[in-house]
């Protein structure tokens, strides 16, 4: 079945650090691809997404690029702050059926220092 | 601002003590689902429903239920909590045209004593 994996935490950085969270997924078909930010005690916020190989899905900072080669989505900034200290979830939609189901990581944890 | 509300956002209820859980949304979505999270683990789908049609999953507790009056609105009533449902639940939108894209509200913590 569909699954997606992404890099055990806690990722611990500092202020002002590039950040890489990996994200692989398998699937059949051509799913879209998500990462989810939740901050302590909230909910998840949509961060970006991608829809079709190739795409870039960026905002606030972050990106990430659909690669249907390698089967990632790894998720980037180029410089991170303390305010991005979150959990990040990567996830996967089953195609445009409609309330397909989203297939969640396990999540990632980061944390970065002053 | 279009959103998906949740209310309480922490909720306190007695061990077997009947509870209810709301989810409200500006957004006109036909899709509404329910989540439960635990410590920061990923949401676990309880159900959905697809405009007035509800679909469970196979591993949902009965103890869970759903009502969904109009658009709007959806609830989730748990009948008897155990100590074992202490967790976050997270109520989420989306469309049927399109990408599946779903928007969260902000999470209701419940707490069983």
């Known amino acids: 079945g569909n699954s997606v994996t992404q890099m055990e935490g806690p990722v611990t950085l500092s202020e002002e650090a590039f950040l890489t969270i990996n994200c692989t997924y398998t699937?059949?078909?051509?799913?879209?691809l998500f990462w989810y930010v939740q901050y302590p005690g909230e909910g998840l916020q949509l961060l970006l997404k991608a829809t079709k190989a190739d795409d870039k899905g960026s905002n606030k900072g972050f990106e990430a690029t659909y690669r249907k080669e390698t089967t990632s989505f790894h998720l980037e900034k180029g410089s991170v702050q303390v305010s991005d200290s979150a959990v990040y979830f990567c996830a996967l939609s089953e195609g445009y059926s409609s309330a397909s189901k989203i297939i969640f990581g396990s999540g990632t944890r980061l944390s970065i220092r002053p | 601002d279009a959103m998906v509300i949740q209310n309480p956002r922490y909720q306190v209820t007695q061990f077997g003590k009947p509870v209810t859980l709301s989810c409200s949304q500006t957004l006109n979505h036909n899709v509404m689902y329910w989540y439960q999270q635990k410590s920061s683990q990923a949401p676990k789908l309880l159900f959905h429903y697809y405009d007035k049609d509800f679909n469970n999953e196979a591993d949902t507790p009965d103890n869970f239920q759903s009502r969904r009056p109009n658009t709007s609105f959806c609830f989730l009533d748990i009948r008897s909590p155990g100590l074992g449902d202490a967790a976050m639940y997270l109520c989420a939108t989306s469309t049927s045209s399109g990408v599946n894209t779903q928007y969260f509200g902000p999470g209701t913590r419940l707490t069983v004593l």
């Open positions: 699937a059949t078909g051509y799913p879209s």
